[in-house]
């Protein structure tokens, strides 16, 4: 930042007074205690107080200095608007009497962790079902309450709230995935950057971009002009977790830039292309590595840091790089403390050997056996 004006910089409020008594007449008392004195100490706080407000001031004029609703307000000046939270989504089972139904808006839930102090995540049915002949039947869920809590992983939902004659039980066979909370300072940041350095114009490839990161979830992009020929464009999505985008998300972009897929302009993407929306493809990044451990290292433990170190890395690497580099993995074993040394490391199956990301594809942690 440019060197600001003395009345905006840094200073005590003892520097302060000592000007103001600087403009005193010589002649008059000024000493710590004489009238002068007392009466200008409560001005020279106040007008330190001033300085701090007016620097305060200054940085959230400028979006890499701002933050939360200062960030907002800057941001959409130039129509980047912070992404809402989504509530995660997916399918419960319920098991009971064969022909019942179950209507929408019934609400079940994850138990509670007294031990942990975790509340219990409240889904409602967005649905009815009716049960088979099996005594099952599935039905769509939503999370009540937006954001990344929602997404949990499979066999966690056994309460109803309210019981239902005839049912017996309730959970969820899958994953419940999707949720993603309110856009964070630094993303929005990114997408605020991205917009005022590299305009997009025209149904340029930055501008599929920008229209696509404009929809909550949507964690990245990539975009394939000529996807299915003359005139058409694929674009390629991710999760804010850098996984493949789930049917929602999909929906919701292509929906917000061609809702009716023929090129007529009906949403943000000019008349004449025809856009179609994909998840990404997700690579399964399988690891095998037998290691030494230092004395008293617990293998479970070592197995946890290694699987968070390698997300991690392909997280950040995703849709960035087209090769998972075993270099990279076996530098995250490296940064164990724990780990002495490590041999036989195989990245799907390949002992020395890159693993190609294709265009539309990204890649996403798969087994993890470490053994000693």
Do not use: C
Request: charged letters at 20%; proline letters at 4%; zero cysteines.
């Amino acid at each position: 930042m440019a060197e600001l004006p003395l009345f905006l910089q840094e200073q005590t409020e003892d520097e302060i007074m000592q000007r103001m008594l600087e403009k005193v007449p010589s002649d008059i008392d000024k000493s710590e205690g004489s009238f002068i004195w007392d009466a200008q100490a409560p001005v020279a706080f106040v007008l330190t107080e001033a300085a701090g407000w007016a620097r305060q001031v200054l940085k959230n004029g400028f979006a890499g200095t701002t933050y939360g609703d200062y960030l907002t307000l800057r941001a959409a000046e130039h129509g980047v608007s912070r992404r809402e939270a989504v509530a995660s989504t997916g399918f419960v089972k319920f098991t009971g009497t064969s022909g019942k139904t179950i209507p929408s808006g019934t609400i079940v839930a994850t138990p509670a962790d007294e031990i942990s102090g975790e509340a219990s995540i409240e889904f409602q049915t967005t649905a009815a079902v009716t049960l088979g002949e099996n005594g099952e039947g599935m039905a769509p869920v939503v999370a009540m309450v937006a954001g990344k809590d929602g997404n949990i992983p499979a066999g966690v939902i056994e309460i109803m709230s309210v019981p239902i004659s005839g049912i017996i039980s309730v959970t969820n066979p899958e994953a419940i995935t999707g949720g993603t909370d309110v856009e964070s300072d630094e993303s929005l940041l990114e997408r605020f950057y991205a917009r005022v350095r590299n305009q997009g114009t025209s149904g340029n490839k930055a501008q599929y971009i920008q229209w696509a990161g404009e929809v909550s979830g949507v964690g990245g992009v990539q975009v394939e002009p000529l996807w299915n020929g003359p005139g058409t464009v694929g674009l390629y999505l991710l999760d804010m977790d850098k996984r493949a985008a789930n049917s929602d998300i999909v929906a919701a972009v292509q929906k917000y830039i061609d809702p009716t897929m023929d090129g007529q302009g009906e949403g943000v993407a000019p008349a004449g292309p025809v856009v179609t929306v994909m998840a990404a493809e997700e690579v399964p990044i399988n690891i095998s590595v037998q290691l030494t451990l230092a004395s008293g290292a617990s293998l479970s433990e070592v197995q946890d840091q290694f699987e968070s170190g390698v997300t991690a890395y392909l997280k950040h690497s995703a849709f960035s790089d087209s090769l998972v580099r075993v270099t990279r993995i076996a530098s995250v074993l490296l940064d164990i403390s724990s780990i002495i040394d490590y041999s036989n490391l195989t990245v799907n199956g390949l002992s020395d050997s890159n693993i190609p990301i294709n265009f539309g594809q990204v890649a996403v942690l798969g087994t993890v056996d470490v053994h000693e």
